[in-house]
């Protein structure tokens, strides 16, 4: 029986219609929270929330592009009005982008990739700032890469989007202080993701082979993690015991020693 560590919680979380984020979607939902599931394919979230409801879970299917403001805005609303104050977002929607070097990157390319990755995180949080506030307690957790550390020939855009959002992260921990809120960024490790599939679809002559090489080698030397494993961390830095943590960027690999101190 699993632990109802989320219970009486709601919670949001984007990018809910596969991989990471659905992942972690059905573990808070198991664990007690009602979880509102957002991303742009209705259907992909449809099911992911069917699959919730059926096993005794509470969950809300909502359409967002987490890049367009308005939308935001009323995947909150709806939220709210479903299912109460949203004490929990996890900041999970991304996209890679086509890895490109920067003399080769469209400009537009270049907006999208940090309106999704960065921008919607900051939309999102901005929504959902004043509840956590006003209830005194709230938990946000934004989906990272090690990418953010690691330069990258190919991978300007994201790599930025993400070394931006965890210095995100480390001024919304601090804004957040004075309400309970704690707020993390997550390094997820390689997970085995439509995101990981679609990068080893890109050929070498476009990407060129180094990053082909990367892409299919992280599948061919049984470097993917089930996206189970990440769910699992951003389930712990949603629970009281990650007030310690605000402010921090937490690998993976940190999980189970970061269990024992607590
Ligand atoms: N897989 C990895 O190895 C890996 C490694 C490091 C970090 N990450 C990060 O983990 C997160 C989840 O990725 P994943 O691997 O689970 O990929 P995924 O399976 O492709 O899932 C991405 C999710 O984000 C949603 N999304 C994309 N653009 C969106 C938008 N504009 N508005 C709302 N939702 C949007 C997608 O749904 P729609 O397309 O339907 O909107 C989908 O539900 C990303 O932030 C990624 O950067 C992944």
Not at 44 to 51: G, N
Not at 136 to 161: D, E, K, L
Not at 183 to 200: I, K, L
């Amino acid at each position: 029986m699993e632990e109802r560590l989320h219970a009486g919680r709601v919670a949001l979380v984007t990018g809910a219609g596969r991989g990471i984020g659905a992942a972690t979607a059905r573990l808070l939902a198991r664990r007690g929270a009602a979880v509102a599931l957002a991303a742009r394919t209705e259907e992909e979230v449809a099911s992911v929330s069917r699959e919730i409801s059926a096993a005794g879970g509470i969950a809300l299917p909502l359409r967002v592009d987490v890049a367009d403001e308005g939308s935001v805005a009323s995947c909150f609303e709806e939220a709210r009005a479903q299912l109460g104050e949203v004490t929990i977002l996890v900041n999970n929607a991304g996209t890679p982008g086509v890895p490109l070097p920067v003399a080769a990157t469209e400009p537009d390319e270049w907006r999208r990739v940090l309106e999704v990755n960065l921008t919607g995180a900051f939309l999102c949080a901005r929504e959902a700032l004043p509840g956590m506030a006003s209830e005194n307690w709230g938990r946000i957790v934004n989906v990272s890469s090690a990418a953010a550390r690691h330069p990258m020939a190919g991978m300007a855009a994201y790599g930025t989007s993400k070394a931006a959002l965890d210095q995100l992260t480390r001024v919304l921990a601090l804004e957040g202080e004075p309400y309970n809120i704690a707020v993390t960024g997550v390094y997820p490790g390689v997970v085995d993701t439509r995101m990981q599939e679609e990068s080893r679809n890109f050929g070498p002559d476009l990407i060129g082979k180094q990053l082909h090489r990367m892409f299919h080698g992280y599948r061919d030397y049984g470097m993917l993690r089930a996206p189970e494993e990440p769910a699992e961390l951003i389930s712990y830095l949603c629970t009281p015991a990650a007030a310690r943590l605000s402010g921090h960027i937490i690998r993976l690999e940190q999980l189970e020693a970061l269990k024992g101190e607590t």
